[in-house]
């Protein structure tokens, strides 16, 4: 399982479809995120993307910034070496309902900026609310700033707590919420 080339250790890991490379100097670390891995007790938490987030980088640039954000999650995910971010974005409600019913039940926490439908659904209230992990409302904007129908949120309710207006790094400080938990 851990193979050694000159002065490295090596394990690949491998969870949910994605496997990575670690080494290590020293032994005793890599069997810790080994045994980690094995039994479940790395964090699996979710980011899931509402409508229009998949035109991150081209769409409205002065709002949303000009990184997609397919660029951008490496960056976060190697930040986190011993948590499972794991992403999915849809344009369609009901298929953003499917995959927080599927993952919501078994993973520590759901990162979600429904995008539009963050005003408008009460669908996604009730399925936040079934769920067995708590969620993290987010938005890159500040929508607070901006028009008057951005100011409410249908899913607020449900969700363990909103963070917006940070750019990207708001994905970072849910995590980041998620994990103090
Ligand atoms: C958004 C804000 C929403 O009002 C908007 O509809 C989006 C993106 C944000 O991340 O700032 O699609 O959720």
Same mark, same amino acid.
């Given at each position: 399982?851990?193979?050694?080339?000159?002065?490295?250790?090596?394990?690949?890991?491998?969870?949910?479809?994605?496997?990575?490379? @670690?080494?290590?100097? /020293?032994?005793? @670390?890599?069997?810790?995120? &080994?045994?980690?891995?094995? +039994?479940?007790?790395?964090?699996?938490?979710?980011? @899931?993307?509402?409508?229009?987030?998949?035109?991150?980088?081209?769409?409205?640039? =002065?709002?949303?910034?000009?990184?997609? &954000?397919?660029?951008?999650?490496?960056?976060?995910?190697?930040?986190?070496?011993?948590?499972?971010?794991?992403?999915?974005?849809?344009?369609?409600?009901?298929?953003?309902?499917?995959?927080?019913?599927?993952?919501?039940?078994?993973?520590? =926490?759901?990162?979600?900026?429904?995008?539009?439908?963050?005003? +408008?659904?009460?669908?996604?209230?009730?399925?936040?609310?079934?769920? /067995?992990?708590? +969620? @993290?409302?987010?938005?890159?904007?500040?929508?607070?700033?901006?028009?008057? &129908?951005?100011?409410?949120?249908?899913?607020?309710?449900?969700?363990?707590?909103?963070?917006?207006? &940070?750019?990207?790094?708001?994905?970072?400080?849910?995590?980041?919420?998620?994990?103090?938990?």
């Amino acid at each position: 399982m851990i193979s050694r080339h000159k002065d490295r250790f090596y394990l690949y890991l491998s969870q949910a479809g994605r496997g990575r490379w @670690i080494y290590e100097k /020293r032994k005793e @670390i890599l069997s810790f995120c &080994f045994l980690k891995s094995i +039994t479940g007790m790395a964090k699996k938490i979710m980011i @899931i993307n509402g409508p229009n987030l998949n035109l991150l980088g081209v769409r409205e640039p =002065g709002i949303y910034g000009d990184s997609s &954000f397919e660029s951008y999650l490496p960056k976060l995910r190697s930040r986190y070496e011993d948590v499972e971010i794991g992403y999915y974005q849809s344009n369609i409600e009901g298929e953003l309902i499917g995959k927080m019913q599927e993952v919501g039940f078994s993973c520590d =926490g759901i990162v979600l900026n429904a995008g539009a439908y963050t005003h +408008t659904s009460v669908a996604l209230l009730d399925c936040i609310r079934s769920l /067995r992990c708590p +969620t @993290i409302e987010v938005h890159i904007s500040n929508v607070h700033q901006r028009e008057e &129908f951005r100011h409410h949120s249908m899913i607020s309710a449900g969700c363990k707590g909103v963070i917006c207006g &940070f750019g990207l790094d708001s994905y970072r400080l849910a995590i980041e919420a998620l994990l103090a938990l």
